[in-house]
């Protein structure tokens, strides 16, 4: 990489069920590790691409609200990270319409990479993602 981004965002998606009840998560950091922001959520009966895609478009949001103009964007999902690059097709009309959602919000950037990376490097946002639904359940379950 010859640019070296001010900050780094994790994105995740998780879906018990796919579909199933599904939830985002997402950690922004300073180049020195610094976590500048976590942020997660339940958005309902989905499956997990359209929850990857609602991690990267919240974190996008959150990013430009901030003034944040160039990111590293590191994900675990292949799908999404190679239908952004443009080297897979998008079927799915409901993942089109979000990957241009995306698109729209990424082209207001100075600067972005999106990464695929292991699981193992993409841990914390996957936690994030799995307590909000955790949370979720626990709600449920004390009605």
């Known amino acids: 990489m010859l640019f070296e ?15 199933g009840e599904a939830s985002y998560g997402f950690v922004i950091q300073d180049r020195s590790g610094k976590i500048l922001h976590k942020g997660s959520e339940t958005i309902g009966k989905t499956t997990n691409n359209v929850a990857e895609y609602t991690a990267l478009i919240r974190a996008l949001e959150f990013a430009l609200k901030r003034n944040i103009r160039n ?58 993602a799995n307590q909000a639904l955790n949370k979720k359940k626990k709600v449920m379950s004390d009605k």
């Open 71 to 128: 990111l590293e964007i590191r994900s675990d999902s292949l799908l999404l990270v190679n239908q952004l690059r443009g080297e897979f097709k998008i079927k799915s009309a409901s993942l089109a319409e979000l990957a241009e959602q995306a698109r729209k919000l990424l082209a207001r950037l100075q600067w972005f990479e999106i990464r695929h990376v292991p699981r193992e490097e993409n841990k914390l946002a996957d936690r994030l």
């Open 5 to 19: 981004p001010d900050f780094i965002v994790n994105i995740d998606g998780a879906s018990r069920g796919n579909p």
